[in-house]
Nanobody, 125 residues
């Protein structure tokens, strides 16, 4: 199971850190990612961590503002979000992919086998 937390209400320009705790599975055996879904929109890729200290990938919309990281010893994935904008408002989901190789499909939700329940981030202007 994946349990996302850390969402909340923040003003534009502020920061939040999301966490995703894994239970029942060893995080080190998965590539991990964050997706988000704004109201009325499709779920979109945010960031991916291939493995600990491995390659990371970001959506252009968050590059330079968000940082994905993981602590496999704590079985926890993080997303540090800085310089938040109102358009970052969404429910954020963590996801796990047992296929740790990278390809173009890593940005697709159907690449990921396991999902957390989501945590709401609201950025006010």
């Amino acid at each position: 199971q994946l349990q996302a937390s850390g969402g909340g209400l923040v003003q534009a320009g502020g920061s939040l850190r999301l966490s995703c705790a894994a239970s029942g599975r060893t995080l080190s055996t998965f590539a991990m990612a964050w997706f988000r879904q704004a109201s009325g929109k499709e779920r979109e890729f945010v960031a991916r961590s291939s493995w600990s200290d491995g390659p990371t990938f970001y959506a252009d919309s968050v590059k330079g503002r968000f940082t994905i990281s993981r602590d496999d010893a704590k079985n926890t994935l993080y997303l540090q979000m800085n310089s938040l904008k109102p358009e970052d408002t969404a429910v954020y989901y963590c996801a796990a992919d047992p296929r740790m190789y990278n390809s173009g499909s890593v940005v697709r939700p159907d690449r990921y086998d396991y999902w957390g329940q989501g945590t709401l981030v609201t950025v006010s202007s």
